[in-house]
Nanobody, 123 residues
Framework: QLQLVESGGGLVQAGGSLRLACAAS????????MAWFRQASGKEREFVAH????????NYADSVKGRFTISRDNAKNTVYLQMNSLKPADTAVYYC????????????????WGQGTQVTVSS
């Protein structure tokens, strides 16, 4: 019912920055909480950040806190992830996800997922 498409990934050197975007379509974007997850090769998909439907609250994984910022523009049905001070450990496929449950960190509570965008950080 909700289609999500990520963009903005690429190759960047350690210490650099990238801004990911996730465009949503198919339903009212304003009513869902959004999140970013990432999955490195051979590892479990892990929580990165989430944001409430009205941007009233955000939450970040400890590994990215202070470096990443999640935001959303409901008028454009888009959520963003600004990534600064990137590290090789940030290398992963980044996925955006939507949940009608709320701003949660458990991936099982997100029913809508994008196809992912690759972020590679070189040292």
């Amino acid at each position: 019912q909700l289609q999500l498409v990520e963009s903005g990934g690429g190759l960047v050197q350690a210490g650099g920055s990238l801004r990911l975007a996730c465009a949503a379509s198919g339903r009212t974007f304003n009513s869902v909480s959004m999140a970013w997850f990432r999955q490195a090769s051979g590892k479990e998909r892990e929580f990165v950040a989430h944001i409430l439907w009205n941007s009233a609250s955000t939450n970040y994984a400890d590994s990215v806190k202070g470096r990443f910022t999640i935001s959303r523009d409901n008028a454009k049905n888009t959520v963003y992830l600004q990534m600064n001070s990137l590290k090789p450990a940030d290398t992963a496929v980044y996925y955006c996800a939507a949940s009608t449950v709320g701003a949660v960190t458990t991936k099982a509570l997100y029913d809508y997922w994008g196809q992912g965008t690759q972020v590679t950080v070189s040292s």
